[in-house]
């Protein structure tokens, strides 16, 4: 946290503009000024699911790669690799996702996200080795990389500069609810059936992710014609 603060003080430039008060916007709802209010509605709560959908594995990781190892080898050590690999193919991956997001529009890139998400959680369900759980969760980072950028994307594309902090602040507390839901519902699907069906649970909240993103789009193409 240091150095993040080191780095922010003298290396980020901000030409910050103090927002008029006499602004219409500036004492209204954050929502009042956006357009297409459905879409980051769906954007802010498709965050929360992401980020549910993430962190349900953390609580019971080293517990599964243990079973998986039969107790033997380095446990610890394991799950450390298998925790960071979704971590480093986003590294890998999130700015060339960004970049197609541009050339083919961020709807289809978190779409086409969501459905890889969603079949690389559901094969974590049928694993019986570590090497293979792990190949699944380096592709889980790649969808992760088409995600949460994203979603962040099309809120900037949609709201006006008076709320963008507002309604950032709204993804913010949308993804902590989601870190906290996430292990939450794990431990409990663990707890009473079994560890694997964990991912079924995880696979199950990218399905309801897809399904809330794509009527969300649905509706706000209804809307437009209807203006037309």
């Not at 590294?91 to 289809?108: C, N, T, V, Y």
Request: with cysteine.
């Amino acid at each position: 946290m240091f150095v993040a603060t080191i780095v922010t003080l003298f290396f980020v430039k901000e030409d910050f503009k103090p927002m008029d008060v006499r602004n219409p916007l500036a004492n209204k709802n954050a929502f009042a000024g956006i357009k297409h209010k459905g879409i980051v509605w769906a954007m802010i709560i498709s965050s929360m699911l992401i980020q549910a959908a993430t962190t349900s594995i953390n609580p019971i990781i080293s517990l599964f790669v243990k079973e998986l190892m039969h107790g033997h080898g380095n446990v610890a050590m394991t799950s450390g690799v298998i925790a960071a690999l979704p971590g480093i193919a986003t590294l890998l991956a999130a700015s060339r996702l960004g970049a197609l997001s541009d050339h083919i529009g961020p709807q289809k890139v978190l779409m086409a996200g969501l459905i890889f998400c969603g079949c690389m959680f559901l094969p974590m369900f049928f694993v019986t080795s570590v090497f293979t759980l792990g190949i699944f969760r380096f592709l889980v980072g790649l969808s992760d990389a088409a995600l949460l950028p994203v979603t962040q994307t099309v809120m900037t594309l949609d709201t006006p500069a008076e709320a963008i902090s507002r309604i950032f602040s709204y993804n913010q507390s949308s993804q902590a609810i989601g870190s906290v839901v996430g292990p939450m519902l794990a431990s409990l699907v663990a707890g009473v059936l079994d560890y694997r069906y964990v991912f079924l649970m995880t696979t199950g909240l990218v399905v309801i992710n897809l399904a809330v993103v794509g009527f969300a789009y649905r509706q706000d193409r209804k809307i437009s014609k209807t203006a037309e």
